[in-house]
């Protein structure tokens, strides 16, 4: 298989002249998969860059550093041409994506919708889901960028509903969103459970896939006709698919609580020790991270 190469660029914001005497502080950090592209706004090496351009000592990010001074290869996960796996979630601080109990009636469990309380009020979230007005804040570009070109999305059973066992042919189970998902793309469900694909309003199409993680992506890259897949979640799929080492991008939407218990999102999955912290920003009540996953790498 033909290996794409990644870049770690590191950018400094003066003069490359001093680059033995000053410190790794006055340098902002990006990384790139290697497609060319003539945009100015990404850096030169790379079509579509996993970061922007981080200023040292702050939460804010920029387009458009200065020359680079020093390029270090990595290789990429991804095939060239092949679109990327990039998982989202929410989390609290200790480390839950749903919280205790969990039911029909209560799918995220005990307290858990409060982990997605941050992007509710959103106006870029309540504007695909049919709901006018909303506000604009530090989180608003982060749901952009994670928004923008994604083709299909991979989900667990849980996420998509129904409860376990079966489907129930008398009274079909359509997913939480009613009958215009705000998906407006292919959707790809996890199950043990065989069912016809469902074909909903505005664009979306549920498909169910009994034959494992690696099958449900490779149905998900052919639908995204050349963009980008989301892995939408819940804990055990994203376990899934972080032990596998199929996850090439990696946002956490961190929210100040404790839950205490529910699903522990890396339980099992080991040691993550490709992870490569690419991207900060903070809002008033979350913070985003976003990594670039799996590949050996190292500086030097």
């Given at each position: 298989?033909?290996?794409?190469?990644?870049?770690?660029?590191?950018?400094?914001?003066?003069?490359?002249?001093?680059?033995?005497?000053?410190?790794?502080?006055?340098?902002?950090?990006?990384?790139?998969?290697?497609?060319?592209?003539?945009?100015?706004?990404?850096?030169?090496?790379?079509?579509?860059?996993?970061?922007?351009?981080?200023?040292?000592h702050s939460s804010s990010w920029s387009k458009g550093a200065t020359q680079p001074a020093l390029i270090v290869p990595m290789v990429a996960k991804q095939e060239t041409g092949i679109s990327l796996l990039r998982f989202r979630i929410s989390m609290s601080l200790d480390g839950f994506v749903a919280g205790p109990n969990p039911s029909v009636q209560d799918p995220l469990g005990v307290g858990g919708e409060q982990l997605h309380e941050w992007v509710f009020p959103l106006e870029i979230w309540r504007r695909p889901h049919g709901l006018?007005?909303?506000?604009?804040?530090?989180?608003?570009?982060?749901?952009?960028?994670?928004?923008?070109?994604?083709?299909?999305?991979?989900?667990g059973r849980n996420m998509f509903g129904g409860g376990p066992g079966p489907w129930?042919?008398?009274?079909?189970?359509?997913?939480?969103?009613?009958?215009?998902?705000?998906?407006?793309?292919?959707?790809?469900?996890?199950?043990?459970?065989?069912?016809?694909?469902?074909?909903?309003?505005?664009?979306?199409?549920?498909?169910?896939?009994?034959?494992?993680t690696e099958s449900a992506l490779d149905q998900a890259r052919r639908a995204a006709g050349g963009k980008d897949v989301a892995l939408a979640g819940g804990a055990r799929v994203a376990q899934q698919y972080l032990k596998a080492g199929l996850v090439d991008e990696m946002q956490l939407h961190v929210v100040p609580m404790l839950l205490g218990g529910g699903a522990r999102l890396f339980e099992g999955v080991g040691a993550l020790r490709s992870l490569v912290l690419v991207k900060t920003a903070a809002a008033s009540d979350v913070v985003h991270l976003k990594f670039a996953v799996g590949g050996e790498w190292q500086v030097g």
């Open positions: 298989m033909p290996l794409e190469i990644a870049e770690i660029v590191l950018w400094r914001l003066s003069d490359a002249a001093s680059l033995v005497t000053e410190p790794m502080s006055m340098w902002v950090v990006g990384a790139s998969y290697g497609r060319r592209s003539a945009d100015p706004g990404c850096s030169p090496y790379g079509e579509r860059a996993l970061v922007d351009f981080r200023r040292p006018e007005g909303g506000v604009v804040n530090e989180s608003t570009p982060v749901m952009e960028e994670e928004q923008a070109n994604i083709g299909a999305t991979i989900m129930d042919e008398k009274d079909p189970w359509n997913g939480w969103w009613g009958s215009t998902p705000p998906f407006h793309h292919p959707v790809f469900v996890l199950t043990h459970h065989a069912r016809e694909t469902v074909v909903m309003e505005g664009g979306t199409r549920f498909t169910f896939v009994t034959d494992g």
